[in-house]
């Protein structure tokens, strides 16, 4: 199972401080121990929102807002992709995490839907686009 594990912003992040030296050592052996695990397929920090944008979408109306944006403990401020058996493998892995925020900090954990449906029908065109998209990905990513 593919797991979304997102670490939220916090008011510091937002404002754009870099973590303490301390706490990349922390999160280099943690990021370390995943991988050795086979549990880390991919890991990020995002920049603080004020560097990016948001599209809204109303019929065929698209509205670009540009950042930041005011609600800093909805906001994202980085993320690990997970491979691990279950949802309790997961939370297990994420109690042994370094706290990204020092203070009070959330990392929430989601499942990935593996494949194109997103929980709806996957007819055999959907799944071999998916195949086709699939395969150009790691072409690019040579």
Request: hydrophobic share 35%.
């Amino acid at each position: 199972m593919k797991f979304m594990v997102i670490v939220h912003a916090t008011p510091e992040s937002e404002a754009g401080a870099p973590p303490s030296a301390e706490l990349m050592e922390q999160m280099g052996r943690y990021n370390e121990e995943l991988a050795k695990a086979g549990v880390m397929l991919d890991a990020a920090g995002l920049y603080a929102s004020d560097k990016g944008a948001r599209v809204r979408f109303d019929g065929n109306r698209r509205t670009v807002i540009d950042g930041p944006f005011t609600e800093s403990k909805e906001l994202i401020a980085g993320f690990w992709l997970f491979q691990t058996a279950s949802l309790q493998e997961a939370i297990e892995w994420v109690k042994r995490c370094p706290n990204p925020g020092g203070g009070q900090s959330q990392i929430e954990i989601r499942q990935v839907y593996e494949g194109y449906g997103c929980g709806g029908e996957v007819t055999q065109d959907i799944q071999a686009q998916g195949e086709r998209i699939r395969a150009h990905i790691q072409q690019h990513a040579q």
